[in-house]
C-alpha cells in the first residue's frame, strides 16, 4: 500500500499570505495525486487532479505541483473561506486502492 | 453538475449491521464508478470500495472484504452501502463519491463530487 505523508500536520497563516502544503508518497505515484478541501460539516471538495490541474470553479489562487514523489499545494494568498482541512490522494493503482493523507489543517 | 444526497445519521449496537443510500441528482449515475469512503473521529480519508453502476459489479479495500456489500437501483439513481459485524471501529462519517468515467482508460481516479456525508455511531 502506498503510504501518503502530510507536512505540517497543522499550518497557522494570516489572511493575504502564502500557505504551501507539502505531500510525499512512499513510491512514485507520477502524477497521479489530487487535493481535496474538507471543511467541518461539509462533503470534501475537489481542488487538483493530475497533480497540477485545478478543477472547475477552483479559484486561481489554489496551484497544484509535483511528480513522482513530492507534491505541493500552494495557496498564493489565504483567504478567511480557505480555513479548513487539506488532503491529498494517490491513484495509481487503477481501480484498486486509493490512499489519503492524513491532512494539513490550516488555521487563522 | 451532479449532486449526491446521502441518507441520515445512524446509531447501532456492535454485531448489528448498517445500510446507508447515496442518491444521485443529474443524469450521469451510470456513467461513472461510485465510490464510497469513510473519516473514523481523528483520523484520515479511507477508501472502502466502488460500484460499477451499471453490471453491478464491486471491488471492496481487503479489510472490508466479506463486510461490505454495495449494491444500486438505476431506476432511482441511488447506490446503498451495507457494512456487517459492525464494531467501535466502525464509528465514522461514511462518504459516497463519483469516480472514474466508465469510459475512463486508467487516467483518472480522483473523487468529484462527494456527498454529504453520513455519520455512523457504533456503541452498545
Known amino acids: 500500500e502506498i503510504v501518503m505523508t502530510q507536512s505540517p500536520a497543522t499550518l497557522s497563516v494570516s489572511p493575504g499570505e502564502r500557505a504551501t502544503l507539502s505531500c510525499r508518497a512512499s513510491?512514485?505515484?507520477?502524477?497521479?495525486l489530487a487535493w481535496y478541501q474538507h471543511k467541518i460539516g461539509q462533503a470534501p471538495r475537489l481542488l487538483i487532479y493530475?497533480?497540477?490541474t485545478r478543477a472547475t470553479g477552483v479559484p486561481a489562487r489554489f496551484s497544484g505541483s509535483g511528480s513522482g514523489r513530492e507534491f505541493t499545494l500552494t495557496i498564493s494568498s489565504l483567504q478567511s473561506e480557505d480555513i479548513a482541512v487539506y488532503y491529498c490522494?494517490?491513484?495509481?493503482?487503477?481501480?484498486?486502492?486509493?490512499?489519503f493523507g492524513l491532512g494539513t489543517k490550516l488555521e487563522l | 453538475q451532479e449532486r449526491l444526497v446521502q441518507s441520515g445519521a445512524e446509531m447501532k449496537k456492535p454485531g448489528a449491521s448498517v445500510r446507508l443510500s447515496c442518491k444521485a441528482s443529474?443524469?450521469?449515475?451510470?456513467?461513472?464508478?461510485l465510490h464510497w469512503l469513510r473519516q473514523a473521529p481523528g483520523r484520515g480519508l479511507e477508501w472502502m470500495g466502488w460500484?460499477?453502476?451499471?453490471?453491478?459489479?464491486?471491488h471492496s479495500a481487503q479489510k472490508f472484504l466479506g463486510r461490505l456489500s454495495m449494491t444500486r437501483d438505476t431506476s432511482i439513481s441511488t447506490a446503498f452501502m451495507e457494512l456487517t459485524r459492525l464494531t467501535s471501529d466502525d464509528t465514522a462519517v461514511y462518504y459516497c463519491?463519483?469516480?472514474?468515467?466508465?469510459?475512463?482508460?486508467?487516467?483518472?481516479?480522483?473523487?468529484?463530487?462527494w456527498g454529504q456525508g453520513t455519520l455512523v455511531t457504533v456503541s452498545s
Open positions: 463519491a463519483t469516480g472514474e468515467s466508465l469510459s475512463d482508460l486508467g487516467t483518472s481516479g480522483w473523487f468529484d463530487p
Open positions: 443529474g443524469d450521469t449515475f451510470t456513467a461513472y464508478y
Open positions: 460500484i460499477h453502476p451499471n453490471s453491478g459489479g464491486i
Open positions: 513510491q512514485s505515484v507520477g502524477t497521479k
Open positions: 493530475s497533480a497540477s
Open positions: 490522494q494517490q491513484y495509481t493503482n487503477w481501480l484498486r486502492m486509493y490512499t
